[in-house]
C-alpha cells in the first residue's frame, strides 16, 4: 500500500470527473461541427466553462482552454509580452518553470527578464517591484501560491499596482486552485490545471481579460476567440469542470498534524515558507545533513510517495532555486523535501510518514553526500 504524499505533483482523478468524462467518451461530436452531434458537444464545453467561471468567480468569456498549466502560462508570458513593444517582463524568482522558462525565450528575443525578489519565507518584495515598475513593463507576473514551499502571494495587492500603472499582470495559481477560495474579477491572467484538483492531465485553461491582447502560440482552426487553435477536448473539460465542483475536504487540520509530527521525531527539521499565509495541503522542511533525494528514495521504499519539489533536469537533481531565492545555502536546499496531502488523504498516511521518517533520516545522513 502507498501513502501518497505528493498531490501537488499530480492528485488522483476524482470519482466525479471520471463519470463526468466517461459519459463524453462515447459519444462523437466535434464542439466547433454545426451538426446536432456537434452542437452537444459546444454544449458539454460551454457549460463546463460556465460553471469553471462561476467557481473562481471569473466570466465565461475568458476561460480559454489549453492543454494544461503549462501552455496556458506560456500562451501568458510569451502571449503578452510579444504583443508588447515594452521591453521590460518582471517575474518573481520563485516562479515554476512554466513561468521562468518561456520569460528566458522572451531574453532570447530581445525581452530585458528581471526577477522580483522573494523574503525568507518566499514572499514576493511587494516594494521591490513597486519600484521596479515603470512605463517599459510589459509583464509582471507572480504565482497565487508557491509549488514548492506553499507561500500564498498577496496576489490582490499586486493586481492592483500593477492595474494603476496599466502593466498586466499574470499569475499561476495552479496549486493555489482547489486549495484558496479564488476570485478572479480583478486578476486579468490567470494560468490553471485540471489535474492538481483531481481532473484529467492534460487540460487547463488561461483566464484572461477580453481587454488584453494575446498573440497565439498555436496558430490553426482559431478555436478559442482565435487565441488557442485545436480541437476541444469535450470530455477532459468536462472531467475539469466535475472536479472542481467536488467537494473540498479542509486539510489544514492534517497538515498541522504532519508538521507538528515530523518536528517532534525529527526536532533539527526547518519548516519552510510561510508559517500562516500557506496552502493547506503543503508542508515542506529541510533535514539538515540529509541528501533529499536519498531520503525520498528510502521513504519510497517504506511506501511513501514524497517529493523533493524541485525539478530534476536530466536526471540530475537541482538544488531548488526557490529556496535559493529564499536566502538557503545549497546543502540546505538540497535537503528538502515536500509533503503534499490531497482530497483523499488520510491520518494513516501521516501515521506512515512519521513512522518511517526518523530511520530514513538517520541512513541517509550515515550515508551524506551533500
Ligand atoms: N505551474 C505550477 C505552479 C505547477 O505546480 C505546475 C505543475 O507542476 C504547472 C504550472 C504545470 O501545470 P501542468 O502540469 O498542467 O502543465
Not at 471520471?18 to 466547433?32: E, K, Y
Not at 526577477?115 to 515603470?134: F, H, K, N, T, Y
Request: charged letters at 20%; aromatic letters at 2%; glycine letters at 10%.
Amino acid at each position: 500500500m502507498v501513502h501518497y504524499l505528493d498531490h501537488a505533483a499530480t492528485t488522483p482523478l476524482r470519482p466525479q470527473a471520471l463519470a463526468a468524462m466517461q459519459a463524453q467518451w462515447g459519444q462523437v461530436g466535434n464542439p466547433s461541427s454545426l451538426h446536432t452531434a456537434g452542437r452537444q458537444a459546444r454544449r458539454v464545453v460551454e457549460e463546463s466553462r460556465e460553471q469553471i467561471a462561476a467557481l473562481i468567480g471569473a466570466k465565461p468569456a475568458d476561460v480559454i482552454f489549453t492543454s494544461g498549466g503549462t501552455e496556458a502560462d506560456n500562451l501568458a508570458v510569451k502571449g503578452l509580452a510579444r504583443n508588447s513593444q515594452r521591453r521590460r517582463v518582471l517575474v518573481s524568482a520563485v516562479e515554476h518553470h512554466a513561468v521562468l522558462d518561456p520569460a528566458n525565450a522572451l531574453a532570447e528575443e530581445g525581452k530585458i527578464v528581471e526577477l522580483i525578489p522573494v523574503d525568507a519565507l518566499g514572499r514576493v518584495d511587494v516594494s521591490a517591484l513597486e519600484q521596479m515598475l515603470d512605463d517599459d513593463v510589459a509583464l509582471v507576473a507572480i504565482m497565487w501560491a508557491n509549488n514548492e514551499v506553499g507561500t500564498i502571494q498577496p496576489v490582490a495587492e499586486v493586481a492592483g499596482l500593477c492595474a494603476a500603472r496599466g502593466v498586466p499582470f499574470h499569475t499561476d495559481a495552479v496549486q493555489a486552485l482547489g486549495q484558496i477560495d479564488l476570485d478572479l474579477s480583478d486578476i486579468p491572467s490567470v494560468a490553471l490545471s485540471a489535474h492538481k484538483v483531481g481532473g484529467p492531465v492534460g487540460v487547463g485553461a488561461l483566464v484572461l481579460d477580453r481587454d488584453l491582447a494575446v498573440r497565439p502560440l498555436v496558430h490553426g482552426g482559431g478555436q478559442e476567440r482565435d487565441v488557442r487553435s485545436g480541437t476541444l477536448d469535450t470530455a477532459g473539460i468536462a472531467g475539469f469542470a466535475a472536479a472542481l465542483a467536488a467537494d473540498k475536504p479542509d486539510l489544514a487540520p492534517l497538515r498541522d498534524a504532519l508538521v507538528d509530527g515530523v518536528l517532534r521525531v525529527v526536532p533539527d527539521a526547518i519548516l519552510n515558507g510561510d508559517p500562516v499565509d500557506r496552502l493547506a495541503n503543503n508542508a515542506h522542511f529541510s533535514f539538515p545533513g540529509c541528501p533529499g533525494d536519498a531520503l525520498l528514495m528510502l521513504l519510497d521504499a517504506a511506501g511513501v510517495a514524497v517529493s523533493t519539489g524541485s525539478a530534476c533536469t536530466a536526471g540530475i537533481p537541482q538544488p531548488s532555486h526557490v529556496l535559493l531565492a529564499m536566502g538557503a545555502d545549497e546543502s540546505v536546499a538540497r535537503s528538502s523535501l515536500r509533503f503534499s496531502l490531497g482530497w483523499n488523504s488520510a491520518p494513516e498516511d501521516v501515521d506512515a510518514l512519521l513512522s518511517a521518517l526518523p530511520a530514513a533520516v538517520e541512513r541517509a545522513r550515515r550515508a551524506g553526500g551533500l
